[in-house]
């Protein structure tokens, strides 16, 4: 990991909400970003771990960013269409398996 | 905003009246709007030194005098460039590229209404050091949605001075104008530049700066947009967004095969004219040959396909500017990505029904590079128009006009199933090319979905203007040495005196012709059809004249309907389906390959798609005439 900022320490679920990957999430479901990791995701990318985290970082993907699931596509449920604060973003679910999310108590 | 030092006379300490300004901005935030609001017609389109990325330039004229050149770059969400746009627009920021003077002052163009990623972009600029203005462009629709913006405490934050726009109503305009000249006549040098390739915690650390600058600085909308809420609700539902996105291209290509008819044909008639007037008016010879069957059908023969490509090309840009082509990439990413293709090839490979070059050109906008060459590698087998009118002619010559199952006619099923082999095959070598020579791996695939905004008519009709120049400049730097290089091969040498056969059949093009015969005879060739092949390299179509040709009928162009009567008299209908799978897969187009050649800098890769299509279309064509003639069709 080339990552010198060490990672947030994350523990199970603080509140009742519970802690998901966003690639398992499902439409309507709605939360907190709580960490995004580097090199966690299964499969060859073709790019490196680290290329992928920066990607995610750079569309917005932080710790403490709003998101909602909207959308979903007709084939294996993939990609999602997500809500990132005032941002609408459509990515893989494979690419989504890095981030994080505290969903919302019900 | 911030400096209200407006420039004055220039100062006779001015360096010099001209200044170079460069546009930098996120996707969608209507940086090439403002481009167009500021430079008006005063654009001009050419290329980087040694890269394929356009380099559009205007010009502003200022109230005191000063020209300022306005560089227009690709957009981008961070100076850690990935695609070979973004590559630019991070080296002329840094004054790195190749040929290109730094800019004197940036001028990032930021979407008011959606700032957070902007700000982390800006902070990254700032970085650079040189003198920046803001320009937050759709400002009407952020007072709309009433986001409150402090305007003198943002610019404080961010180090530098803003100006509102709406550029598609060319509002703030001037006051950008005179903030840029504010900034050179201030003599603003910029600071050094410390910008470095920043690594995930630096990302996330300026993610926090520009969260607390949007915080301290801007409150949330009262009435947050909600139209684009709703129209996803329904264009990106797993079904009904589907049956829009299919429906949009069902009505896209009506358009563009039935709009574009009359100008097309038009086009056609005007080469066919203009031949004719010069081959009555020159003697006969090697010039007028040159001129007439050359160049003029040469080039025309690419040029009749200009209104298709700008109808098509006038659908995508509406579609992209309605903020829609990202959601097709996002409907489409599944269906392309089981085949290996990533979702933003969709474009590209919808533009080369049209016409492979102008497909291939815009691959450009896909970041990875293997993505980019997989889908230049499959392009050319989607079916472009040049393959109509080789279709139709053998469709007509071959296929009976029955009714199959009472409605369907025959030989509109057939042209259905050869568009469909091109579908198919494209999808199938880019799924064989992932796994066979990358293995699998699978680029990230993060977009953007941008709110949707009312495209601006006069923004898509520049926008088309633009890309029917590119086409014609590129295009017709590349087709016209190849028109040369077919031209003489099939002119040279001429006919011996008291020949009795076409000339084409003693020059170079027919001896390779014969001398390619015996490979071809197992898929059913003749050694006319393959004497025709060589100038049917020039493009597709050119096959139709070049079989009139050898067959000695005279202006099968425009009547091709006795041609396909000799056809059908002289070829078995084995040969004349033969011809047709060839023609699916076969790499019959010199400009593609020279266009391959010139967006990959490789010969290498235009090499691999002559062998490979060559391969296929051989392949192709030797099974359905085996197959045909075993059923008894030979």
């Not at chain 2, 905003?1 to 009246?17: E, I, K, N, R, V």
């Not at chain 2, 005098?65 to 973004?86: H, K, M, N, Q, V």
Request: proline fraction near 5%; charge should be neutral.
């Amino acid at each position: 990991m080339h990552d010198t900022l060490a990672e947030p320490e994350k523990t199970a679920a603080a509140t009742d909400g519970a802690t998901v990957r966003l690639s398992v999430a499902k439409p309507g479901d709605r939360g907190v970003i709580v960490d995004v990791q580097a090199g966690r995701q299964s499969g060859d990318h073709g790019v490196s771990v680290d290329e992928l985290h920066r990607r995610l970082l750079e569309f917005g993907f932080v710790e403490g960013a709003r998101i909602e699931v909207l959308h979903e596509g007709a084939i294996w449920r993939d990609p999602i269409a997500v809500r990132l604060d005032d941002m609408r973003i459509g990515l893989r679910r494979r690419d989504a398996a890095d981030v994080w999310i505290q969903l919302d108590a019900e | 905003m911030t400096d209200a030092t407006l420039p004055t006379a220039p100062l006779s300490s001015a360096p010099s009246s001209n200044a170079r300004i460069a546009l930098v901005g996120n996707p969608n935030s209507g940086k090439t709007a403002l481009f167009n609001a500021l430079t008006g017609s005063r654009q001009k389109v050419a290329n980087y030194a040694g890269v394929t990325v356009e380099r559009k330039e205007g010009q502003v004229a200022t109230s005191s005098g000063r020209t300022l050149s306005i560089l227009d770059l690709p957009g981008t969400y961070s100076l850690r460039a990935r695609s070979p746009d973004e590559v630019v627009t991070r080296d002329a920021v840094l004054g790195k590229l190749a040929g290109e003077a730094p800019p004197d002052v940036l001028i990032c163009v930021a979407d008011a209404t959606n700032l957070r990623l902007v700000l982390r972009l800006i902070l990254e600029l700032k970085a650079v050091g040189r003198p920046m203005v803001l320009a937050l462009n759709m400002y009407d629709i952020a007072q709309r949605q009433g986001l409150r913006i402090d305007l003198e405490g943002l610019a404080r934050d961010i180090g530098c001075p803003i100006v509102t726009t709406v550029a598609t109503r060319k509002r703030g305009i001037e006051d950008l104008v005179a903030q840029v000249e504010a900034l050179i006549a201030a003599g603003a040098l910029g600071a050094e530049n410390t910008w470095h390739e920043p690594d995930a915690g630096q990302i996330r650390g300026a993610h926090r700066e520009a969260q607390r600058i949007l915080k301290a600085n801007v409150q949330a909308a009262d009435r947050p947009d909600t139209f684009t809420g709703k129209v996803d609700g329904v264009l990106l539902h797993p079904v009904s967004g589907l049956a829009i996105l299919f429906t949009l291209l069902f009505v896209m290509f009506q358009a563009v095969f039935t709009w574009s008819k009359a100008a097309g044909d038009l086009l056609g008639e005007g080469f066919s004219a203009t031949g004719a007037f010069i081959a009555a008016h020159l003697p006969p010879g090697l010039l007028t040959s040159f001129l007439t069957d050359g160049l003029i059908s040469g080039v025309g023969s690419v040029l009749v396909f200009l209104p298709q490509i700008l109808v098509l090309f006038f659908f995508i840009i509406l579609l992209e500017d309605f903020g829609y082509m990202a959601r097709a990439a996002f409907l489409m990413d599944r269906i392309m990505g089981g085949a290996g293709l990533h979702g933003r090839a969709f474009i590209p490979l919808l533009s080369s029904f049209a016409c492979a070059i102008p497909g291939i050109m815009s691959t450009r906008v896909i970041d990875n590079k293997r993505d980019r060459l997989t889908t230049i590698m499959v392009a050319p087998l989607m079916t472009c128009s040049a393959r109509i009118p080789v279709y139709t002619l053998i469709i007509s010559a071959f296929i009976p006009n029955v009714k199959v199952a009472g409605v369907l006619s025959l030989p509109g099923l057939v042209m259905f199933g050869l568009y469909a082999a091109g579908i198919v095959s494209a999808l199938g070598v880019s799924f064989i090319t992932r796994r066979l020579f990358w293995r699998g791996a699978v680029e990230p695939f993060l977009m953007e979905l941008p709110t949707y905004k009312l495209p601006d008519l006069v923004n898509v009709l520049r926008s088309l203007y633009l890309r029917g120049k590119i086409f014609i400049t590129r295009a017709g730097t590349i087709i016209l040495p190849m028109m040369i290089l077919v031209w003489f091969l099939s002119s040279f040498p001429g006919a011996p005196a008291g020949a009795s056969d076409p000339a084409i059949n003693y020059s170079l093009a027919g001896r390779i012709g014969h001398l390619l015969q015996p490979i071809l005879a197992p898929i059913g060739f003749n050694w006319q059809m393959t004497v025709a092949l060589i100038p049917g390299f020039a493009a597709r179509e050119v096959a139709v004249a070049a079989l009139g040709t050898v067959y000695a009928i005279g202006n099968a162009d425009a009547s091709p309907g006795a041609l396909a009567t000799t056809l059908s008299h002289h070829w078995s209908i084995a040969t004349g389906l033969a011809f047709l799978a060839w023609y699916v897969f076969a790499p019959q187009c010199a400009s593609t390959i020279g266009v391959v050649k010139r967006e990959t800098n490789s010969w290498l890769w235009p090499a691999v798609m002559l062998v490979y299509m060559t391969g296929l279309a051989y392949l192709a064509a030797f099974i359905v005439y085996q197959t045909a003639k075993a059923s008894g069709l030979g």
